[in-house]
């Protein structure tokens, strides 16, 4: 029987923590680290990003339409060796303060980046305005 790793496990759960406090702190210098240059991003209520770069595009666009004031996560889980998901919730500013609460699904290549996010909106009723706002 193989030992189980959890190193790799809890280096996985840190960088998606990191990567959900950069939404507070407004500070993704250190996105690379965590994404890879190639990496899929599902935005829930959006189109689809492929590459690292587009992500970031997307990321100034977010900066200038919304405040994110709490980036919280209820539960981390593992799937797989590199498949974890992640029950979240935030809470933004836009032209009034909004709340939103969502799953991710994040897979992580072998570099231990993550090279596959896709957000799922939970059946939690909720009113996101930000679309078309510019703060």
């Known amino acids: ?8 496990t809890r280096d996985r759960e840190l960088k998606i923590q990191q990567y959900f406090a950069m939404w507070v702190t407004r500070d993704f210098e250190a996105l ?4 890879a240059a190639d990496c899929y991003y599902q935005e829930c209520y959006g189109p689809a990003y492929l590459s690292l770069s587009e992500i970031q595009t ?5 900066l200038r339409v919304q ?15 590199n498949m ?12 009034r303060m909004t709340q939103f609460d969502g799953l991710s699904a994040v897979h992580f290549n072998l570099a231990g980046l993550i090279d596959d996010l ?6 939690t009723a909720h009113d996101y305005p930000y679309h078309g706002s510019v703060l």
Do not use: C, G, N
């Open 118 to 123: 896709r957000e799922y909106q939970t059946t």
């Open 84 to 95: 974890i998901f992640a029950q979240w919730s935030f809470t933004a500013v836009t032209d």
């Open 67 to 81: 405040r994110v004031t709490a980036w919280s996560i209820q539960r981390l889980w593992s799937a797989t060796d």
């Open 32 to 35: 690379p680290k965590i994404f």
């Open 1 to 8: 029987m193989a030992e189980i790793q959890l190193a790799p």
């Open 58 to 62: 997307w990321i100034e666009h977010q």
